[in-house]
């Protein structure tokens, strides 16, 4: 075994475990980072670093009697996988988006990703130990160049389909409102919202996120932005067009800009009937009553074919509050006789 080789092997199979482990990173499956990194096991995460060692074992064993020119091509191939590495380690699919909608360099962002620190950490000790000078026209070398760039094929295509580069739309941030029942979104858009499809697709995006389909929501404002970083962030004041979604079969409203408030401030939520019927009641009645008159004063606009009718894949307010008050009333009648008045 060559003496190139026998450095190699430990500081290879070595390196990665110990700078996972030192990076924070957790195991495949939890725990710590450095035995799992460490086992080759199909279980474990070592066993992603057997197909670059024993790749990079090979090269080091052929570098070292190969001519200058084979010699400089299986570098640039150990170059091109280092390199590759690297970008595995990367999020590049979040910097080009930050960078592509915000217009500034967003800054390195680095990902946990065992399979890029194994290439790098490989190939870099295997370019150490098998150090040579070749000549200035050898880099020049066509076959080396391809060498070179075939590795980065994979991370730099991994990246173009991403759904963060191709997707029309992703979603930013979400928050509660003021109110119980309302809610923020706030969404990234790479699509012209000036196009006159812009709210047709939006429209027909933004109905997983429709209020009727969630048990806590009763008014969904989704805004809109170019920006995917003012979209992370919440920024709600760099937001373009604005949706208003409403639970009750209110039609969609679109605001321009970012106007949160306003989705709420035109529509009264079934919420915010029943919380001002309860503030409405007399001080002195048992909870119960005093639940069951807000939701009678509540649901007065709910008609009673609706009331309790089952909705597949829709949870509405008024529906699920409404339902059963007859049959409430009735056991009320019984528990508190001088508190409600008979059923006619």
């Keep these: 075994m060559s003496p190139h080789l026998l450095i190699w092997l430990p500081l290879a199979w ?27 096991l199909p279980v474990a995460g070592g066993a992603l670093h057997v197909p670059s060692f024993v790749l990079c074992a090979v090269l080091v064993k052929l570098i070292p009697g190969a001519s200058d020119r084979v010699a400089a091509r299986l570098q640039a191939l150990l170059l091109g996988l280092a390199l590759a590495g690297l970008l595995w380690l990367l999020r590049l699919d979040g910097m080009w988006v930050s960078w592509r909608s915000g217009g500034n360099w967003p800054g390195w962002q680095w990902a946990s990703n065992p399979m890029g620190l194994f290439l790098l950490c490989d190939a870099t000790l295997a370019l150490l130990v098998t150090a040579r000078w070749p000549s200035l026209s050898l880099l020049r070398d066509p076959v080396a160049a391809v ?24 979603m930013g941030h979400s928050r509660p409102g003021d109110v119980r029942g309302d809610e923020v979104l706030m969404i990234y858009t790479r699509l012209d919202m000036q196009a006159p ?94 639940a069951y008159h807000a939701r009678r004063v509540a649901c007065e606009p709910t008609s009673t074919a609706q009331a309790g009718q089952n909705v597949p894949g829709q949870e509405v307010s008024a529906l699920r509050m409404c339902a059963g008050l007859a049959e409430g009333r009735e056991r009320l009648l019984r528990q508190y006789p001088g508190l409600l008045e008979p059923v006619q």
Excluded at 149 to 164: E, F, N, Q, W, Y
Aim: proline share 8%; aromatic share 8%; glycine share 6%.
């Design 147 to 170: 060498l070179l760039a075939l590795p980065l094929v994979a991370p730099i295509a991994m990246t173009a389909r991403s759904g963060l580069v191709t997707e029309p739309f992703l």
């Design 197 to 290: 499809d812009f709210q047709a697709r939006a429209l027909a995006w933004a109905d997983r996120y429709h209020p009727s389909r969630d048990l806590n929501a009763d008014d969904t404002a989704v805004l809109f932005a170019d920006s995917h970083e003012a979209a992370q962030r919440m920024e709600t004041v760099r937001a373009r067009q604005t949706l208003c979604l409403y639970e009750d079969g209110t039609p969609p409203l679109w605001l321009r800009g970012g106007q949160p408030q306003a989705c709420f401030d035109r529509h009264l939520s079934f919420q915010e009937r029943l919380m001002a019927a309860r503030a409405a009641q007399p001080a002195g009645r048992p909870e119960e009553v005093t």
């Design 14 to 40: 070595l390196l990665p475990a110990l700078l996972g482990h030192a990076l924070g990173w957790s195991g495949l499956w939890g725990g710590a980072a450095l035995p799992d990194l460490l086992w080759p």
